[in-house]
């Protein structure tokens, strides 16, 4: 594997979460362009995610083998239903300035990847106390490939955790929330193809910031050394 490196550093941060939900038993949609909304149309910096829901059908259902538990909770978190074919939902990013946020993995091994994410929170966030951290792990497969005629991020595993950002900060000038676990890659995955993204929300389900990592080949991360 040519990746070395992957990880959030030097990525612009996303203005907007696109949510692209798909039902496990329209194979159909899977194969046609998406009917996004206009505040929803990919940009440049659009974090762009594809949860593919399971349904009744369990593996009897076209796209049961890329469906996910998680499409469900991330359906409930929003509240919103699960769609009879495809669903968009466009959120925007606030980048709050007293937020950091870096997302990276390594290498998978033995199926599963190691993977983390970590938040610098500055004192102005003290209001804002309990914050939801969502690390995802995705399978990013190009336009034309596997049958889709958009690129995809097709969402593989899920972390939810909880920071009690109020709690932590109490006479601290910078607090660092930070979370590492082994990621399972579900069958059928290819581990070329995957990396993570990330976003904070508060309490009121607010986007505060994200994060995507990108894979560097070997030569680009000894490059970045010696820059530093």
Not at 43 to 54: G, H, N, R
Not at 119 to 137: D, F, N, R, Y
Not at 153 to 168: G, I, Y
């Amino acid at each position: 594997q040519a990746q070395s490196f992957c990880a959030s550093e030097g990525q612009a941060t996303p203005t907007v979460l696109v949510e692209r939900f798909m039902n496990a038993d329209c194979e159909a949609c899977w194969g046609t362009l998406p009917p996004e909304i206009p505040a929803a149309l990919p940009t440049p910096q659009a974090l762009v995610l594809d949860w593919i829901v399971p349904n009744a059908q369990g593996d009897e259902a076209p796209l049961s083998a890329a469906a996910s538990r998680e499409a469900l909770e991330r359906l409930q978190v929003l509240g919103i239903p699960a769609p009879q074919h495809t669903r968009t939902q466009s959120t925007p990013v606030s980048a709050s300035p007293a937020l950091t946020l870096r997302v990276g993995h390594g290498v998978a091994v033995g199926g599963y990847l190691g993977a983390s994410i970590e938040l610098k929170v500055q004192p102005t966030l003290k209001a804002w106390g309990s914050l939801s951290a969502w690390l995802v792990l995705v399978e990013t497969i190009a336009a034309g490939e596997e049958g889709t005629p958009v690129s995809r991020n097709l969402v593989r595993n899920a972390l939810v955790t909880n920071w009690d950002v109020l709690e932590q900060l109490s006479n601290k000038e910078q607090l660092t929330l930070r979370e590492m676990r082994p990621l399972s890659l579900p069958a059928g995955t290819n581990p070329e193809r995957v990396r993570v993204v990330g976003w904070v929300q508060d309490a009121r389900g607010q986007f505060l910031t994200a994060a995507q990592s990108v894979c560097l080949p070997p030569e680009a991360v000894q490059d970045a050394k010696i820059t530093r």
